[in-house]
């Protein structure tokens, strides 16, 4: 054991608290080092005259004062005994600190930001054009699985899947065929 | 068990206003004696004892036996008002330094001249200039106790004035034991430093 770690352990051994290993180490470092036999010991005169500085009493109108005090606060805010003391109470006693206040002040403006830009963000529904016409459905929207669950005329059903061949008549096939008003020439007008 | 204190914090949770003023009785004069020498001003110490017994009050329904000792409550009470006088202190002015000396003892002071008169012939310990080495050897070491940086002076306070276990101490800090420990043994070894001269 070194000086320093000497040192560290003198509250320790002034309190009788070193285990055996440490204690015999510090005795002996004490009894081979004198520079650390006199901080020791003064060490202790210290210690020994800060506990001895005499209690400050209070004065003789403390408690009077006190229960004033009390009387007055009673009248400000309503009986202190009474004070509600609900987790809700307790949830805004929280929120009435500055730094709760704070915190819940930016959690309110980040939530307020996230719901504005995921608003942003998501994709909007496609609007159904103004001045499009649907004439026919294309073979896509009825697929083959589908039309075989309904039952019937499977043959018939298979015509109109996918497979459908060229040489098939036109008004069987299924085609798409849109019509867009808002291209259509104007003939020279407006 | 409960020990005394939790008995009258349940006697007044169930009404019994008396049960508050002997709790006041029981700690007001070693709450005050903390405050005043944490902050080295006997003044302002009434009036931050005062703050915390309302306190209490005010937290009274709040307060649970098997939680936390009703002392080292108090004593965390006491040590966050302190630490926020000394906060706003800062910023106005520096530390009283001479306030619990020219203040607080005035009357011990008082006391003790009657004591110097009658006891002098017959106990050597009275003599004027034993007391006035006495009384400049306690300055001085307030001195030093109010030089000593906030996290070493409160568990030294709270330790050698004030007779806290160190596990009691680790409560009112929130810290842990060892650390409480090493600040301790810390704040002693600065103290015998600045008390070189007297000591």
Redesign the interface.
Same mark, same amino acid.
């Given at each position: 054991m070194n000086c320093q770690q000497a #040192? #560290?352990h003198?509250? @320790?051994h002034l309190e009788d608290t070193l285990d055996y290993q440490t204690l015999q180490d510090f005795e002996s470092h004490l009894t081979k080092c004198e520079a650390c036999q006199g #901080?020791y010991a /003064?060490?202790q005169?210290? %210690?020994n @005259? %800060?506990?001895q500085? $005499?209690?400050?009493? $209070?004065?003789p109108y403390?408690?009077s @004062?006190?229960q004033q /005090?009390?009387a007055t606060?009673d009248r400000e805010t309503g009986s202190?005994?009474d %004070?509600v003391?609900t987790r809700w109470q307790?949830l805004l006693d929280a929120f009435r600190r500055p730094t709760w206040a704070f915190s819940g002040a930016i959690a309110l403006i980040l939530a307020a930001a996230g719901t504005y830009f995921y608003q942003d963000l998501r994709p909007t529904p496609v609007a159904p054009a103004p001045r499009t016409e649907q004439i026919a459905t294309s073979p896509e929207v009825f697929p083959v699985q589908q039309s075989r669950r309904v039952g019937g005329d499977t043959n018939r059903l298979l015509q109109g899947s996918v497979i459908s061949t060229p040489t098939q008549p036109m008004q069987q096939r299924y085609m798409l065929k849109q019509v867009s008003y808002t291209t259509t020439s104007t003939s020279g007008g407006l | 068990m409960p020990d005394l204190d939790d008995e009258l914090m349940e006697r007044y949770q169930k009404g019994d206003e008396n049960a508050f003023t002997l709790l006041v009785r029981r700690h007001q004069q070693p709450l005050i004696n903390f405050i005043a020498r944490f902050i080295n001003d006997r003044d302002s110490a009434e009036d931050l004892a005062q703050e915390t017994f309302i306190r209490i009050l005010k937290a009274a329904n709040r307060y649970k036996s098997e939680g936390a000792h009703f002392k080292t409550w108090m004593y965390h009470i006491a040590s966050n008002l302190c630490k926020n006088e000394l906060r706003n202190r800062g910023r106005r002015d520096r530390y009283r330094v001479d306030n619990v000396v020219n203040s607080g003892n005035d009357r011990d002071g008082e006391a003790e001249q009657i004591d110097l008169i009658e006891n002098a012939p017959a106990n050597p310990a009275f003599q004027p200039e034993v007391a006035l080495e006495r009384k400049e050897l306690q300055n001085a070491i307030q001195k030093a106790i109010s030089e000593l940086p906030e996290q070493y002076r409160l568990p030294l306070v709270l330790r050698d004035l004030q007779g806290l276990s160190y596990d009691e101490i680790s409560e009112v800090l929130e810290l842990r034991s060892g650390t409480t420990k090493s600040r301790i043994n810390r704040a002693r070894l600065m103290l015998k430093e600045k008390l070189k001269p007297f000591i």
């Open positions: #040192e #560290e003198f509250s @320790a #901080e /003064r060490f005169d210290s %210690v @005259a %800060v506990q500085l $005499p209690q400050i009493e $209070p004065s403390f408690m @004062a006190l /005090r009390i606060e202190l005994k %004070v003391t307790q | -």
